[in-house]
């Protein structure tokens, strides 16, 4: 079997004994799959999205790799945290575990900076996944625990998350406070990241601990991507349904969420003229297969009627998809086609085949983008990319500039905002480690 050297290295590293419990944080298509396979020993359980678990990837990888099928048991994220709380035991019963894998390991990250109380003492705020994985572990007490995603910092916590997965001992109030600022208005308490300089630098070498780093423009020469902002701009019906809106509104936060519905035809459970679907008939022309992003389900139903009356092909991937292995594998082998993707299903899927992608609606997700360009990115796969984001106004601009910056949205961050609060730096960090 050939190896990448990237991939070569992990390999024979595999019999470090800091490496038995070890994330692989490479980018997306950098072959982590075929990686962990080969570094995985004995019985080996692997976590993944429905996606792959449905498509069978990691079972194809592991007889590719002549490994014993007897030995491999996966489990899709919803159906590991259900038996989990059902019957533990019955996740890989008598056969034990040797090796844990868990695929897209952020979206298991669920540890917040938020707490809870139980006898006077506090415990961090965790989220059901979390909790699941982490019992397993310390139920079974696999040797390797190898947790996989392109993105293990959506935020500060979720390395903390990542590294007790693992096995590392960190306190997780020190950890808190090193990452986060905490501030009291008006009777709540909330916590912002430190986003000092000083502060990315350390969580970035508290990454490097707990897991392998890089990027496909490490090891290959990727051919250049380009990244493109075309602005549609808004209609007259769209300008007009906003004076409506903004009397149907008025809190700020609700209208900002309105107006981006708005901004995609979307008003109200109608639809309005917009100019989006004919931005996407053009590059589909140039192109013949699109890949597009959409953050509505209505959007999405918008589009997909649109191109199935002209006679184009139309795949969608939702959360309420089925039978997905299919779906992707029919779009792969479509001469032309659009496949309309919900944001939050960035992860679990490629198509190589398409060299545009087209971000029509976007969610406040840094992770959701970053792990969406790796869908046609892919390092047996690369090729020239398209990749464009469509901006009616104020609402899509605002989505994109925070997701760039690799910042986060919430209901926290606009009270904070609202009320003209400043945020003050810790005046010295220290390593939140024990």
């Not at 995603?149 to 990542?162: E, I, Q, S």
């Not at 392998?212 to 990727?222: A, E, K, S």
């Given at each position: 079997?050939?190896l ?6 992990v390999v024979a590293?595999k ?11 490479r980018?997306?298509g950098s072959?982590?799959?075929r990686?962990?396979?080969a ?7 692997v976590i993944?999205?429905k996606?792959q ?10 007889l ?7 030995q ?6 919803e ?6 709380s059902i019957?533990?035991a019955g996740?890989?019963?008598m056969?034990?575990c040797?090796?844990?894998?868990i695929?897209e ?7 917040q ?11 961090p705020?965790?989220s059901?996944?979390y909790?699941?994985?982490?019992l ?9 625990v ?6 293990p ?5 979720a ?5 007790t997965?693992i096995?590392?001992s960190?306190d997780y109030f020190?950890?808190r406070e090193t990452f986060?600022?905490?501030k ?7 916590y ?6 000083a502060?990315?630098?350390l ?15 490490d090891w ?7 990244f493109h902002?075309?602005?549609v701009?808004t ?8 004076r ?6 008025p ?10 519905m708005?901004?995609?035809g979307?008003?109200?459970?109608k639809?309005?003229?917009e ?7 053009y590059?589909?022309e ?5 890949v597009v ?5 209505d959007?999405?139903r918008?589009?997909r009627e649109h191109?199935e009356?002209?006679?184009i092909?139309v ?10 292995k ?10 032309q ?9 960035s992860?679990g ?7 545009c992608?087209?971000?029509?609606s976007m969610?406040?997700?840094?992770v959701n983008?970053?792990?969406?360009i ?6 047996n796969h690369?090729?020239k990319?398209l990749?464009v ?5 104020d609402?899509d ?8 910056n690799?910042?986060?949205?919430s209901?926290?961050?606009?009270f904070?905002?609202?009320y ?12 939140p480690h024990?």
């Amino acid at each position: 079997m050939k190896l990448y050297d990237h991939q070569a290295e992990v390999v024979a590293e595999k019999d470090r004994a800091d490496r038995a419990r070890f994330g692989n944080w490479r980018g997306t298509g950098s072959g982590k799959t075929r990686t962990t396979v080969a570094i995985a020993t004995g019985v080996t359980v692997v976590i993944c999205p429905k996606t792959q678990a449905d498509e069978g990837i990691w079972k194809k990888e592991w007889l590719f790799q002549n490994r014993d099928p007897d030995q491999l048991i996966v489990w899709s994220k919803e159906q590991f945290k259900k038996q989990m709380s059902i019957d533990p035991a019955g996740i890989a019963g008598m056969l034990g575990c040797d090796t844990l894998i868990i695929d897209e390991a952020h979206t298991v990250a669920g540890v917040q900076p938020m707490t809870r109380q139980k006898n006077y003492v506090k415990f961090p705020k965790t989220s059901q996944i979390y909790d699941a994985v982490k019992l397993f572990v310390d139920m079974y007490q696999p040797k390797q625990v190898h947790p996989l995603t392109a993105t293990p910092a959506p935020n500060p916590l979720a390395v903390y998350a990542l590294g007790t997965i693992i096995g590392r001992s960190w306190d997780y109030f020190k950890f808190r406070e090193t990452f986060y600022i905490e501030k009291k208005i008006r009777g709540r308490t909330l916590y912002l990241v430190n986003r000092s300089k000083a502060n990315k630098e350390l969580l970035l070498k508290t990454i490097r601990m707990v897991g392998y780093t890089g990027t496909l423009q490490d090891w290959f020469d990727v051919p250049e991507q380009t990244f493109h902002t075309h602005v549609v701009g808004t209609t007259l019906a769209q300008e007009s349904s906003y004076r409506e809106l903004r009397l149907l509104y008025p809190d700020p936060l609700v209208q900002a969420g309105k107006r981006q519905m708005l901004e995609q035809g979307l008003f109200e459970g109608k639809p309005v003229k917009e100019n989006k679907t004919e931005a996407i008939e053009y590059y589909l022309e140039q192109f013949n297969k699109v890949v597009v992003f959409a953050r509505y389900t209505d959007q999405i139903r918008m589009y997909r009627e649109h191109f199935e009356k002209k006679g184009i092909p139309v795949y969608t991937l939702t959360g309420a998809t089925k039978h997905r292995k299919e779906l992707i594998q029919d779009a792969q082998n479509a001469e032309q086609c659009v496949f309309i993707a919900q944001s939050s299903i960035s992860a679990g899927w490629e198509l190589p085949d398409f060299p545009c992608m087209i971000f029509a609606s976007m969610d406040y997700s840094f992770v959701n983008y970053d792990q969406a360009i790796g869908r046609i990115l892919r390092a047996n796969h690369l090729k020239k990319n398209l990749y464009v984001f469509l901006i009616a106004g104020d609402g899509d601009q605002t989505v994109m500039k925070t997701v760039h910056n690799k910042e986060a949205f919430s209901s926290e961050s606009a009270f904070l905002r609202k009320y003209g609060k400043q945020l003050c730096e810790n005046k010295k960090l220290k390593s939140p480690h024990t």
